[in-house]
């Protein structure tokens, strides 16, 4: 084994402990095992604190807030221990990021991503149909009876049970499940490898090229001891304990009074009516998001909130006006259809022109794609560009024909894929450079490709299909290709054997959907569905249904004025990017502009606005020397956060105390 490097050496002495000899940095069968128990962990934890103890979300968003309480818990405790003890056995950084990349890939899964919308959405039409309704002459139909549970009908046993709760002596119709499984199975896999292979393709661009600041990525590197030898020298900063220590105590107020309600809870949110009392402008402060917008440019952070403030104030004035759009498109994304188009525009524009700076990467993909080209430029991916571009042309293909098979119309499976993309990729290149861990888009793929071909293109049973890809598409707050990015970017820690970390990527989806959907489906089926999560067994696929169901009822054309929309917003956001090229000290980044309408940053555009405020006060005053200095207190503000919430939902469990959800977003 070799010799303790001088660095190794200089951590070791800062630390108060003799050098030790580490293995080198690359993915071991020991990361791979707790890593697959980590993801196997989130799978049942996250349901089981969503559905039953009805906390605090810790897989709701990019953030992916499990992942990081246990990459906290794994440095502090049995990391720490094993370095004080100067024991060989201690983790590499590089064993760290391998595991905490596999739970942030199974952080996307058990909950928003996929298994809380799956159950649900797939049998609501079948237990929610009323003679109000109609369902049962709009929406079941064409409802595809392979994509739901064998058996399923209004008032059969395999739907009522799971929203009411088995009676007793009766046992979980698991055989019933088994085809809708085999036929979902096959088209999840292949989505996820999409994403896979695309960030593949996207990873030297944004990483070596564009050097993106990747805000997400820095306080998992500083708990692995990436360029420590795996010493979480972070932990001996008493300002990230300071920033640490701030939610916490928060936290504790609010958590103590669920309990004891004499105990006064903060009030971390507050809001005024405005504009005659037909809108709130909210004032909330989120430390974990206060953390990620610090590590960000000054310029990404000013223009997310003064956009957002400039959509808010038109929005505003419109309403007073009574100027409102006709076009009912859901309740995903912005709430204002014409801002839906120009933020889809903005999209649209974000994504070609990320290809357009990329255009030298991406040649020289393509000539290795064809078997030419220098292939050291592709030494250190996890896969070849030319099997990374063939699975997803291949993947991209097989969701095509599965989507025709659920009914939607060939003609629109291209423009459905493309905006289904379009939001993915742009959300997280907007994740990746502005640190915006719980961003939306301004809409959803299904809406708008109804909007743009019309309901007679689709015809019912495209309506219908479209409505069931909410299971994958509809409120996208998370997925795996932003955890994959942020991965990538984390695995330069890694020097030997990165390219099984596609394995552990595929390991954490296979673990965290079969555990997430096991322990969901037979908590609905022993409690009942519908006395769990409200937004995913009731309130959502109801509001998605009555959607499509009057879609149906009340045809449309193409929506052209939607199309001339996205195209200026499109324009828009060209212009911006042009001049942000152009002039170096251009204050807006299109970024702002594409993201400004969404609901969520209605909600959290104050924390921004604080964000970006004592950054700024710090880079003037202090320069680079105090914002060094004061970055692990930010780091410490988005730690402090996720523990505090999964250590009370500890409590919680122990306790059998239910509903004390200390943190939202």
Same mark, same amino acid.
């Given at each position: ?112 991503? #996929? ?62 499940? #088994? ?60 300002? &990230?304990? #300071? ?58 952070? &000013? ?112 423009? &459905? ?229 999964? #250590? ?18």
């Amino acid at each position: 084994m070799d010799k303790p490097s001088a660095e190794e050496d200089l951590t070791s002495q800062q630390a108060g402990i003799p050098p030790a000899r580490v293995r080198e940095g690359t993915v071991t069968r020991r990361a791979l095992i707790i890593g697959a128990l980590g993801s196997l962990a989130i799978g049942l934890g996250a349901p089981w604190a969503e559905h039953v103890l009805r906390g605090s979300y810790m897989t709701l968003d990019f953030s992916t807030p499990a992942a990081i309480f246990l990459l906290f818990v794994l440095a502090a405790v049995p990391q720490y221990a094993l370095w004080r003890m100067r024991s060989a056995f201690r983790f590499t950084a590089a064993e760290l990021i391998t595991i905490f990349s596999m739970m942030t890939v199974a952080s996307a899964i058990p909950t928003m991503g #996929l298994t809380a919308q799956i159950i649900p959405l797939v049998t609501a039409p079948y237990y929610y149909v009323s003679v109000e309704n109609k369902w049962d002459t709009l929406i079941l139909p064409n409802f595809p009876q392979w994509a739901a549970p064998a058996g399923a009908a209004p008032g059969a046993s395999v739907i009522r049970y799971l929203y009411e709760g088995l009676p007793l002596g009766k046992s979980i119709p698991w055989v019933k499940w #088994l085809p809708m499984l085999g036929a979902w199975v096959p088209f999840i896999l292949a989505l996820y490898l999409v994403m896979i292979a695309m960030m593949v393709l996207l990873r030297r661009q944004w990483v070596d090229n564009e050097r993106l600041t990747f805000p997400l990525t820095h306080l998992p590197l500083e708990l692995s001891g990436f360029g420590h030898d795996g010493f979480p020298a972070l932990l001996h900063n008493k300002v &990230f304990w #300071l920033g640490f220590a701030l939610p916490v105590f928060f936290g504790i107020l609010t958590g103590l009074h669920a309990y004891l309600p004499q105990v006064p809870a903060p009030r971390l949110v507050q809001g005024m009516p405005v504009f005659r009392k037909q809108m709130t402008l909210e004032f909330r402060i989120s430390f974990p998001m206060i953390g990620f917008f610090y590590l960000v440019t000054t310029e990404a952070s &000013f223009s997310l909130w003064f956009f957002n403030r400039i959509f808010f104030i038109v929005r505003g004035i419109l309403n007073i006006l009574g100027v409102a759009g006709a076009e009912k498109m859901g309740v995903f994304g912005t709430p204002e259809p014409y801002f839906a188009h120009l933020g889809t525009g903005a999209f649209i524009a974000l994504v070609a022109s990320n290809m357009w700076v990329g255009r030298r990467h991406f040649s020289r993909v393509w000539q290795l794609v064809r078997g030419a080209g220098d292939r050291q430029y592709e030494a250190v991916e996890i896969m070849s560009f030319r099997t990374a571009f063939w699975t997803m042309l291949g993947g991209l293909g097989f969701m095509g024909w599965w989507l025709a098979q659920s009914g939607m119309p060939y003609i629109a499976v291209p423009v &459905f894929l493309g905006l289904a993309f379009v939001y993915f990729v742009g959300l997280t290149r907007a994740v990746v450079e502005a640190g915006f861990a719980e961003a939306v888009a301004p809409k959803i793929a299904p809406d708008m490709t109804i909007s743009w071909l019309g309901t007679n293109t689709l015809g019912h049973r495209g309506i219908v299909a479209a409505g069931l890809s909410y299971v994958w598409c509809s409120d996208i707050r998370t997925f795996v290709m932003c955890s994959v990015a942020n991965n990538l970017k984390m695995a330069q820690g890694i020097t030997h054997r990165r390219h099984l970390l596609v394995w552990a990527f595929l390991i954490a989806i296979i673990l965290s959907f079969a555990s997430s959907f096991w322990l969901t489906l037979t908590r609905a089926y022993v409690q009942g569905g519908v006395t769990m999560n409200s937004w995913f067994f009731k309130d959502g696929p109801n509001l998605d249904y009555k959607y499509f169901a009057a879609k149906i009822m009340n045809p449309s054309g193409p929506a052209w004025y939607g199309i001339s929309l996205a195209s200026l917003g499109g324009l828009l956001y060209a212009l911006l990017a042009a001049l942000r090229f152009r002039y170096p000290s251009w204050p807006l980044h299109p970024l702002g502009y594409a993201l400004g309408s969404v609901w969520i940053m209605d909600a959290i555009w104050f924390t921004c606005f604080t964000s970006w405020a004592l950054k700024s006060l710090i880079l003037h005053y202090g320069g680079n020397k105090l914002y060094s200095y004061m970055r692990p207190g930010f780091l410490g503000l988005i730690c402090g956060q996720y523990t505090i919430n999964a #250590l009370w939902l500890i409590v919680d469990q122990i306790a059998g105390k239910t509903g004390n959800q200390i943190f939202w977003i």
